[in-house]
């Protein structure tokens, strides 16, 4: 606020020169007549002076013209890396300070700077003089003036200056606080408009979008990895217009889409596998159990089948689960790894619904044909599924095996799909 209007507004320094002439004229006066200590008196006037010019003279610039308008929010941490709030507090600071070696009442005059200070901000949001009201200068303002006043109770008792009415100086501060803070509480809701701007709203907006996501992932990190996983590290992305939350816990990760509560993948960083006496038929019974707890809709309907890997006390079993219509794979996924001694050791999910597709008119024997067309190479390998292709949307696509590699034939119109066009 301060360095903005020594630069904005017309002639400060000489109406500064005016107001302080104004009021330490006939503060020096009755001092030197009752026969008071007349220069702090002159410095206290000089420092409200400053005030008065830096904060309600009007300026060139600011929001004239746009109604009660105050920013409320947050002042923190920026008002402690704000040159303009900093050059606040001093300004603040001065008055206080000459004000208590006056008046030798500290809490009064704390209260009278804090609503004060209060009072500025609310011309300054009524008045159409080209000023911004803020939090932010708000608290900077409250601040400077206790630390004027705590500044001068230090003082006084240096120079060991007397005995306060501290009884006085209590009631009269703690009534003047109540009163004013009320009052100004019940102008400010009636007549300014609260701001808050664009970037803490996004914030504020994020925040609220991601409330009780850790909740929900740490109960799932939990039931993958246990109850001696701790999470470490909590990371939220926006992917797609989506937010997959991820936890790094000191087993292994774990990460799910939020707010769907979907949850995509885990993997414990010991990936090999414990002895156990489980057999595929208990594994699976495990894996299934998994399944139906965090995967209720995608298992739906679905196909189970079961692959071992290893043998003995120490297989490994991975449970695949996939939905069909119409002799079509649908982009549901979900693969459970689970271990001899009944271990969640990682999964892999896709949770997408099933979409509408156009009618399949290529059939098997014709996408090998036109496989074998486009890529010169025999096919060893056939799969129909409902495949996301870039600027086309959901279709149905023949992925067919050549080799070591893949060709995605459109199994509408016949075309080759680039591998690039498709969307996970």
């Known amino acids: 606020m301060i360095d903005a209007s020594i630069k904005a507004v017309p002639g400060l320094l000489l109406s500064f020169g005016v107001i302080a002439l104004v ?117 900077a303002n409250t601040t400077g003036a206790l630390l004027g006043v705590a500044g001068a109770a230090v003082w006084s008792r240096f120079r060991r200056q007397g005995e306060w009415p501290v009884r006085r100086d209590v009631l009269w501060g703690a009534g003047l606080a109540a009163v004013g803070s009320l009052t100004l509480l019940g102008v400010y809701h009636s007549s300014v408009n609260p701001y808050v701007p664009v970037s803490e709203r996004n914030v504020e907006a994020q925040a609220r979008a991601l409330n009780g996501s850790d909740t929900w992932i740490n109960a799932a990190a939990t039931d993958v990895f246990g109850k001696k996983a701790r999470v470490e590290q909590m990371v939220s992305e926006k992917r797609s217009g989506r937010t997959l939350v991820t936890a790094s816990t000191n087993l292994g990760d774990i990460s799910g889409w939020w707010p769907e509560k979907k949850l995509e993948e885990a993997a414990f960083k010991n990936n090999k596998a414990e002895e156990g006496s489980l057999d595929q038929q208990q594994a699976q019974a495990v894996g299934t159990r998994f399944a139906q707890r965090w995967f209720p809709d995608e298992i739906r309907g679905a196909q189970r089948k079961v692959r071992v890997s290893g043998t003995g006390n120490t297989a490994v079993y991975v449970l695949v689960f996939r939905r069909y219509k119409a002799g079509l794979m649908m982009p549901m996924r979900l693969n459970i790894t689970v271990t001899s001694a009944g271990r969640i050791m990682n999964f892999a999910a896709r949770a997408v619904e099933d979409p509408k597709l156009p009618r399949t008119t290529i059939s098997e024997s014709e996408a090998a044909r036109l496989a074998h067309q486009y890529s010169g190479r025999s096919t060893q390998g056939a799969v129909l599924l409902a495949q996301n292709v870039k600027d086309q949307g959901w279709r149905p696509v023949w992925m067919m095996g050549i080799e070591t590699s893949d060709v995605f034939i459109d199994a509408v119109s016949g075309r080759q799909i680039p591998r690039s066009d498709l969307i996970r």
Request: glycine content about 8%; aromatic content about 6%; proline content about 8%.
């Open 23 to 139: 009021l330490a004229l006939p503060v020096g006066l009755i001092a030197w007549l009752r026969e008071k200590p007349v220069v702090v008196r002159l410095l206290c006037a000089v420092s409200v002076a400053g005030i008065c010019a830096v904060t309600l003279l009007p300026t060139d610039g600011g929001p004239v013209g746009q109604g009660a308008i105050c920013d409320v929010s947050s002042p923190f941490p920026q008002m402690f890396q704000s040159s303009s709030a900093l050059l606040n507090v001093a300004l603040f600071a001065p008055a206080p300070f000459f004000a208590t070696l006056v008046f030798r009442r500290p809490l009064t005059v704390a209260a009278v700077a804090a609503v004060s200070s209060g009072v500025i901000e609310l011309v300054q949001a009524e008045g159409e003089m080209g000023r911004s009201c803020s939090a932010t200068d708000l608290v």
